[in-house]
């Protein structure tokens, strides 16, 4: 069955950096893009950042790019968002998603939080 | 780009039907055919419902149902059940290899 475990968040101050992690099994990880989308606290969902299933192109929504990046290690699994610069306003659960297709996702895994906080 | 519109509440009796709307633009829910509808149960994870406009994946009930109309999509539910209360968000490519959420709407089963 697929399963996408979230890893990686914490607090952090403001214009610092944070690394997450998001383990795929269940599926043929390098055949599939790959979506983050964030929820802040009592809000609703926001779409952040997509992966083709090679790493070759990388999208961003206007209000983390040139400050988030996403990666994958194919090799291993595994999908990456650093995040650096970092605003009060990014503080949100961070969900991964397996993405059949770039307009949705069919799996997600169950977020890890971030908090940015002095 | 500018969140999508839906109603931040919507109710109904268990055996009824409940519509829950998604407005947008012409540069994203009208200019493409790829909407999906998200259900979150409080502290859970997001559940793909339908995709691409109106297409159900497995394991989705075909109590669920999606429609497009213009620059306006809605997510049907029929036969109302107590576990269909939840969250509901819906989404669309909105050009520019970008993605954009709608508020999302609070589903009460009365």
């Known amino acids: 069955q697929v399963q996408l475990v979230e890893s990686g968040g914490g607090v952090v101050q403001p214009g610092g950096s944070l690394r997450l992690s998001c383990a795929a099994s269940g599926f043929t990880f390098s055949s599939y893009g790959m979506h983050w989308v964030r929820q802040a606290p009592g809000k609703g969902l926001e779409w952040v950042a997509f992966?083709?299933?090679?790493?070759?192109?990388?999208y961003y929504a206007d209000s983390v790019k040139g400050r988030f990046t996403i990666s994958r290690d194919n090799s291993k699994n595994t999908l990456f968002l650093q995040m650096n610069s970092l605003r009060a306003e990014d503080t949100a659960m961070y969900y991964c998603?397996?993405?059949?297709?770039?307009?949705?996702?069919?799996?997600w895994g169950q977020g890890t939080l971030v908090t940015v906080s002095s | 780009q500018s969140a999508l519109t839906q109603p931040p509440s919507a109710s109904g009796s268990p055996g009824q039907s409940v519509t829950i709307s998604c407005t947008g633009t012409?540069?994203?829910?009208?200019?493409?055919?790829?909407v999906s509808w998200y259900q979150q149960h409080p502290g859970k994870a997001p559940k793909l419902m339908i995709y691409e406009v109106s297409k159900r994946p497995s394991g989705v009930p075909d109590r669920f149902s999606g429609s497009k109309s213009g620059n306006t999509a809605s997510l049907t539910v029929s036969g109302l059940q107590a576990e269909d209360e939840a969250d509901y968000y819906c989404s669309s490519y909105a050009g520019s290899s970008k993605l954009v959420f709608g508020g999302g709407t609070k589903l009460t089963v009365l």
């Open positions: 012409s540069s994203d829910v009208g200019g493409y055919n790829y």
């Open positions: 998603a397996k993405a059949p297709g770039f307009s949705y996702g069919d799996y």
């Open positions: 992966i083709r299933y090679d790493g070759s192109n990388n």
